[in-house]
């Protein structure tokens, strides 16, 4: 049996995709320690595996640790230097102390194999300094270069024909050696603070291990890419268990009126409800429909909608995996997660984000016909409830995500990643994908 440490950022959309990992390695007999937020021991412990604290650094999970001024640096920037924000502050720094606090882990715990979430740099150092193999798990749209796609973060469409490599070449040269090169460079400084060298990779380059990339989508989600990194794999969607304690609201009954149900949500990131929850019960207020809203934890009081909408059943969380059976249109800002746990229900979505990666999955969910994507953060209720109308009167979304969920149904999803992940343990060498080795 091998020893596998993981490491994810402290927050859930980075820790959910590994949970179910986790605990079928602990299942099979490996051994499991979980570097993360102090706030998602209970998730981690109920995998089996041991959880570790982050001791240095911020911790998403305990507000007392994120500096006030780097929150208002964060607040300030829209688009891409908000993007640019998150690389260098949120996850490039952030390297910095999951090495020292890994390093010291590794006394404890002697690994074989580090896995961590594509944003957590620190494990790839790690690797660096130990010489142990490590995998990534993805918890996004795929980030990498290629010569069929535009740079990661502009939401544009794939173009593989002459002309549009031509465009991808030159948005990519333009990206790496304009728009991204300050976030380049502080890579390399923070590498050298650590004592390591200076490489003068991009970030999402640095993000790929060269041993295993386990890519928690199937290939119909994603851009077909003809230089596709061998040791990429589409492992199909990883849904969190059920939670074993769900209690049905008390209106759970009004899902079975006839009435088209109608599910919005923003996360728990993005959670300005004047964005897309409040805009989204205004349009529907008035339709033969029943929408239901989770609020990410807010209170619902803050929605400051009075009176509430007849139609309209509001709750801080609910579980996805007991609602979205139910539903027939998820409206959402795209969360990766939640995006792929509705495929998986064949739920069609009306899509509104641009915060974070979310413009990339926005414009996949419009690419394989399984939604519509707004194009915005803050829609209008107008356009939200022509979208919502549309996908109900257009029979070519609920197929497309049907065929979506059928090729999900096909992936053992747990299956496949641990089989992955325990060949790399005993091989401690690059686990490649024979067909993207045709493809280059």
């Not at 990883?238 to 759970?252: E, R, S, Y």
């Not at 209170?299 to 909408?309: D, G, Q, S, T, V």
């Not at 739920?347 to 926005?362: D, F, L, N, R, S």
Request: aromatic share 8%.
């Amino acid at each position: 049996m091998a020893r596998f440490l993981i490491g994810t950022i402290a927050a859930a959309g980075h820790v959910n995709p590994a949970l179910p990992i986790a605990r079928q390695l602990v299942q099979q007999g490996h051994e499991v320690w979980w570097y993360t937020g102090a706030g998602l021991k209970e998730k981690v412990e109920a995998t089996g595996s041991r959880h570790v604290p982050i001791c240095r650094g911020i911790d998403f999970t305990l507000p007392e640790t994120i500096p006030a001024q780097w929150l208002a640096r964060k607040d300030a920037l829209k688009g891409v230097a908000q993007f640019k924000f998150y690389l260098k502050h949120g996850f490039i720094d952030a390297a910095a102390t999951q090495l020292e606090d890994l390093t010291d882990i590794l006394q404890e715990f002697p690994a074989d194999v580090l896995l961590c979430d594509v944003f957590f740099l620190g494990m790839s150092w790690l690797s660096e300094k130990t010489g142990l193999p490590w995998a990534a798990f993805g918890m996004s749209a795929l980030p990498f270069r290629s010569r069929d796609t535009a740079p990661f973060g502009l939401g544009l469409l794939p173009n593989d024909s002459p002309l549009g490599r031509v465009r991808n070449r030159a948005l990519n040269w333009f990206s790496t050696n304009v728009l991204m090169r300050d976030v380049t460079v502080h890579l390399d400084n923070v590498r050298q603070s650590v004592r390591l060298s200076t490489k003068g990779q991009d970030f999402f380059s640095a993000a790929l291990s060269p041993f295993l990339y386990l890519q928690g989508t199937t290939p119909s989600f994603e851009y077909p890419r003809s230089d596709l990194p061998p040791q990429v794999h589409f492992i199909g969607t990883l849904i969190p268990p059920a939670p074993p304690d769900f209690t049905p609201p008390i209106w759970w009954k009004d899902l079975n009126t006839g009435q088209p149900v109608i599910f919005v949500t923003q996360g728990t990131i993005a959670t300005k409800t004047t964005d897309l929850l409040v805009p989204t019960i205004q349009a529907l207020a008035d339709e033969e429909m029943l929408t239901i809203a989770t609020t990410g934890g807010q209170p619902i009081e803050a929605l400051n909608l009075n009176p509430m909408p007849a139609n309209t059943r509001i709750e801080p969380f609910i579980s996805y995996t007991h609602l979205l059976p139910q539903v027939d249109v998820m409206v959402t800002n795209a969360g990766f997660n939640g995006v792929q746990t509705a495929l998986a229900n064949g739920v069609p979505m009306v899509t509104a984000g641009q915060t974070e990666e979310k413009p990339e999955i926005c414009a996949r969910v419009e690419w394989s016909g399984t939604g519509i994507n707004l194009k915005t953060n803050t829609p209008t209720p107008a356009r939200i409830r022509d979208a919502v109308k549309t996908i109900l009167a257009s029979p070519s979304y609920k197929q497309k995500v049907q065929q979506m969920k059928q090729e999900i149904q096909r992936y053992n999803s747990l299956v496949i990643a641990v089989e992955l992940l325990e060949k790399l343990a005993a091989t401690k060498q690059p686990v490649l994908n024979q067909s993207a080795l045709r493809l280059l």
